[in-house]
């Protein structure tokens, strides 16, 4: 069965989040937004448990459904089939090799029993109810023991492995390989999440991932960001028929996974915010990783810290590789087609118009025609076209900064409306 998953997101329990990160919501707009299995994310936090226990039921093996007294309507009219596994984001904060370690960790649990289990142990370590992603004094190997020995069946997945303050191999935190940070539990980490701001085909430059699967979710803290990243597979609907998938690496049953375009990811360049200040790698060996306005050191940023840890090319392609999209939000699309802010009315309007029409709005960014896009707008379809080729220019993010996208310039824009207006 081929579907699409979205394994880390937020709740409303966690910092940072919109309060309309609820079940009921979440499960809409996975219909909405053309995805079908979510992680619940936040199962440690103990009023999102309960809320996962009162409002999900069984459906497929270690996978959940919405009751059906809890279903909201879709924009496009067709029934939510959402289906839910119990996910989490642990962030351990702790010493280690004369370090302080930053380090977010996904954790999959195959039942409600399992994932009760985490949350008594974990409870011992650190106060789970004060964000719905625990903050714990917890060294990531310690964390490996105490899930894989609740359940081998349990996953482990560092989160956006790459960013720069808060993750495996981040610049700021983070360790030189993956034995560093999960010593003898190593071999029991087969998967790595790309975060925003690194896409596979970077992964793919250090030979010490070869076997490692690369998965890529939206790490989502409100319902219009769900699925910005997301993963595609051809799988049996199960727990296990995903972790078999993942693990396989195979391109017949694991598709391919869906990205930003990483240089709009928030840590692709280095740079220093505070001073509006981006860099490239080349151009930070040049400042010695200073900041050339204030002399304070720069925040050094993904594709530098790739940079530094591979062995192989930028240009360095796998074949054998699960492939991946790169894609851009609808909404964001729409704005850029219309010149306006991506929140304002005019393009929930015509998001709404869009799904209601062609079903999903990754259905629409990846295979609705060109032609029926131009039907409803001929700028929107052009948009849409040039995304699916790549033809774009982004201003890198950097040090907390997404980067930001132009798909046509101002003039541009006016040029192909007239044109299309008078087609």
């Known amino acids: 069965m081929e579907f699409i998953a979205d394994f880390h997101i937020h709740s409303k329990y966690s910092r940072a989040v919109s309060k309309d990160m609820v079940l009921e ?24 448990f309960r809320e996962i226990q009162e409002k999900l039921e069984p459906a497929e093996p270690g996978l959940f459904k ?34 302080v ?29 004060s964000d719905g992603r625990p903050i714990l004094g917890l060294d990531s190997e310690e964390l490996a023991k105490i899930v894989f020995n609740i359940n081998p069946e349990a996953i482990i997945v560092p989160a956006h492995a790459w960013t ?28 790595i999440e790309t975060g925003l701001s690194s896409s596979p ?16 979710n939206s790490d989502s803290h409100s319902l219009q960001k769900i699925g910005r990243e997301a993963n595609i597979f051809n799988a049996e609907l199960s727990y296990q028929g995903i972790v078999d998938a993942i693990k396989s690496k195979d391109s017949q049953k694991f ?20 001073c509006g200040v981006y860099l490239s790698p080349e151009e930070t060996k040049k400042y010695k990783n200073i900041c050339p306005k204030c002399g304070k050191p720069l925040t050094i940023g993904v594709l530098n810290r790739i940079h530094q840890l591979a062995d192989r090319p930028e240009d360095y392609k796998d074949p054998q590789r699960v492939p991946f999209e790169s894609l851009i939000q609808l909404d964001e699309v729409i704005g850029e087609a219309l010149g306006v802010g991506h929140a304002s009315k005019s393009v929930k309007n015509l998001y709404e118009e869009l799904v209601k029409n062609f079903g999903g709005e ?47 310039g101002e003039e ?10 008078l087609f």
């Open 25 to 48: 919501e979440i499960d809409r707009w996975a219909a909405n937004k053309g995805l079908l299995v979510m992680g619940t994310g936040d199962f440690t936090h103990p009023q999102w």
């Open 362 to 408: 990754l259905i629409i960014l990846r295979k609705t025609s060109i032609d029926d896009l131009a039907v409803v707008n001929p700028m929107i379809a052009e948009a849409v076209k040039r995304v699916r080729e790549g033809k774009l220019t982004i201003r890198p993010g950097y040090d907390g900064e997404y980067g930001k996208i132009s798909i046509f």
């Open 66 to 99: 919405l009751k059906e007294e809890y279903k909201l309507p879709t924009i496009h009219g067709r029934k939510a089939e959402t289906r839910f596994i119990l996910t989490v984001e642990i962030s351990g904060i702790y010493s280690k090799g004369g370090r």
């Open 412 to 421: 541009e824009r006016k040029k192909i409306t007239q044109q299309k207006s």
């Open 201 to 216: 085909q970077m992964n793919w430059r250090l030979s010490k991932l070869d076997s490692i699967a690369i998965i890529s």
């Open 101 to 129: 370690r930053r380090i977010h960790n996904l954790v999959f649990a195959p039942d409600i029993e399992t994932a009760e289990k985490t949350n008594t142990q974990l409870s011992w370590v650190g106060n789970l109810s």
């Open 164 to 191: 720069p303050w808060f993750s495996v191999f981040g610049s700021m935190s983070g360790f030189d390989s993956l034995e560093e940070c999960f010593g003898k539990y190593t071999p029991r980490i087969f998967a």
């Open 255 to 274: 598709l391919a996974t869906l990205e930003f375009f990483p240089e709009e990811g928030k840590y692709h360049f280095d740079g220093h915010r505070l």
